[in-house]
């Protein structure tokens, strides 16, 4: 199993859409998690952490699935500009300063 | 507030050719610095990381090598570059206490 899987999509959905991405980890030790936004050609920027309490940040939900480790982004009436791929990226121990990422998730939203 | 810097934004380089790509952070001290290569439509892969002066680990093993000569200050080198070497190169840092990531904004390289 990788350490950090997620769906590549593309997921294509309409405007006003609310859309949902898995991202699975092995490392079950892990305790912090994010996700990262990265538009076409540019560098990856901090979206949201996740902690294991989930996170609420407007349109956008995060949550951590302990139990299945799986952390998941819930995005709510898509805007054109959530065009993008979306990382997960997991730290590989509680601690550790080497994050692994995941290879992204991409979504277009369409009007 | 803290700052990354890094250049050149576009690089075309023969193969064969040297390289060396700059990275450095302002507003911080002591942090974890990162150089990572996007290869077109993959994900990041970690090629260096340095948690201080001179204290560098490698992922990968390449031709590529890294140093920190000052405490803010991330080099990227070859001495030879191949084509396998073209992407997209990224430098990072983040503070000792959390695990959070911020990016410069890249160097796209191209190797012919």
């Known amino acids: 199993r990788k350490e950090v899987e997620q769906d590549p999509g593309p997921f294509n959905v309409p405007e006003g859409a609310t859309v949902a991405f898995n991202c699975t980890y092995s490392n079950s030790a892990s305790q912090s998690f994010f996700w990262y936004r990265q538009d076409c050609r540019k560098e990856p920027k901090l979206l949201m952490s996740v902690y294991s309490s989930g996170n609420e940040d407007g349109r956008f939900t995060a949550q951590l699935n302990r139990a299945s480790q799986y952390i998941s982004l819930l995005i709510r009436d898509s805007k054109l500009s959530d065009s993008a791929t979306y990382l997960c990226?997991?730290?590989?121990?509680?601690?550790?300063?080497?994050?692994?990422f995941g290879r992204g998730t991409s979504l277009i939203v369409h009007p | 507030s803290q700052t990354i810097h890094q250049w050149p934004a576009t690089l075309v380089q023969p193969v064969g050719s040297p390289l060396s790509l700059e990275c450095t952070v302002e507003g911080t001290s002591n942090p974890n610095l990162y150089w990572y290569r996007q290869a077109a439509g993959r994900g990041l892969q970690l090629l260096f990381y340095?948690?201080?002066?001179?204290?560098i680990s490698s992922e990968v093993p390449q031709n590529l090598s890294a140093s920190r000569p000052q405490d803010r200050q991330f080099i990227l080198s070859s001495k030879k570059l191949l084509l396998s070497d073209s992407g997209f190169y990224l430098c990072?840092?983040?503070?000792?206490?959390?695990?959070?990531?911020?990016f410069g904004a890249g160097t796209r390289l191209s190797v012919l």
């Open positions: 990226v997991v730290p590989l121990s509680g601690g550790s300063y080497i994050p692994t």
């Open positions: 340095s948690v201080g002066i001179g204290q």
């Open positions: 990072a840092w983040s503070t000792g206490g959390t695990d959070i990531q911020y």
